[in-house]
T-cell receptor, first 109, second 118 residues
Framework: GQNIDQPTEMTATEGAIVQINCTYQ??????LFWYQQHAGEAPTFLSY??LDGLEEKGRFSSFLSRSKGYSYLLLKELQMKDSASYLC??????????WGAGTKLIIKP | GAVVSQHPSWVICKSGTSVKIECRSL??????MFWYRQFPKQSLMLMAT?????????EQGVEKDKFLINHASLTLSTLTVTSAHPEDSSFYIC??????????????FGSGTRLTVV
């Protein structure tokens, strides 16, 4: 079956760095997405990785290792507004998105 | 960037009534739209894939006669929750991808509809 695992909840301090991991097992791979979702709102697109390596976008970076079925989202210089759920999703061979359960990130002052 | 508009944002209805949710792609044509449901503190669950001009494809366990999907044009898909019951109370979100943009641009989501059935 298809499976995506990510931690349920993480806590970090304002100004610090946090890494949210995601491991996956899917039938085929056409890329991995990270989305941010604030409570009661729709998800917003953060990043897309299809090749191995690190993609950097400002304070956010995303890493992919296809051989390991592993990705992480790195958030630097954390701000209180970064408190949200972070969803990992993999596009399978049918171009369907398979979603992880999301990681709730709590930022403390 | 691609914009998807979803209405209404929230709705309260009586048990047994039907509710229609609209999802529009504002600046692109979407041959395919996706409907998700999200219960509190849970992730997105794909309900169905809406295909313009043809029948929707429903995920296993989703009742097609209860969740009616119509995708009559390239910019509009509707989800109707028929004979709603309290257990149907959830956050419903639609999503689409602008075919004119690369996969790397991701999927755009509507703002979601909070349905409460009383």
């Amino acid at each position: 079956g298809q499976n995506i695992d990510q931690p349920t909840e993480m806590t970090a301090t304002e100004g610090a760095i946090v890494q949210i991991n995601c491991t996956y097992q899917t039938s085929g791979f056409n890329g991995l997405f990270w989305y941010q979702q604030h409570a009661g709102e729709a998800p917003t697109f953060l990043s897309y990785n299809v090749l191995d390596g690190l993609e950097e976008k400002g304070r956010f970076s995303s890493f992919l290792s296809r051989s390991k079925g592993y990705s992480y989202l790195l958030l630097k210089e954390l701000q209180m507004k970064d408190s949200a759920s972070y969803l990992c999703a993999v596009m399978d061979s049918n171009y369907q998105l398979i979603w992880g359960a999301g990681t709730k990130l709590i930022i403390k002052p | 960037g691609a914009v998807v508009s979803q209405h209404p944002s929230w709705v309260i209805c009586k048990s047994g009534t039907s509710v229609k949710i609209e999802c529009r792609s504002l600046d692109f044509q979407a041959t395919t739209m996706f409907w998700y449901r999200q219960f509190p503190k849970q992730s997105l669950m794909l309900m169905a894939t809406s295909n313009e001009g043809s029948k929707a494809t429903y995920e296993q366990g989703v009742e097609k006669d209860k969740f009616l999907i119509n995708h009559a044009s390239l910019t509009l898909s509707t989800l109707t929750v028929t004979s709603a019951h309290p257990e149907d109370s959830s956050f419903y979100i639609c999503s689409a991808r602008d075919p004119g943009q690369g996969v790397s641009e991701g999927y755009t989501f509507g703002s979601g509809t909070r349905l409460t059935v009383v």
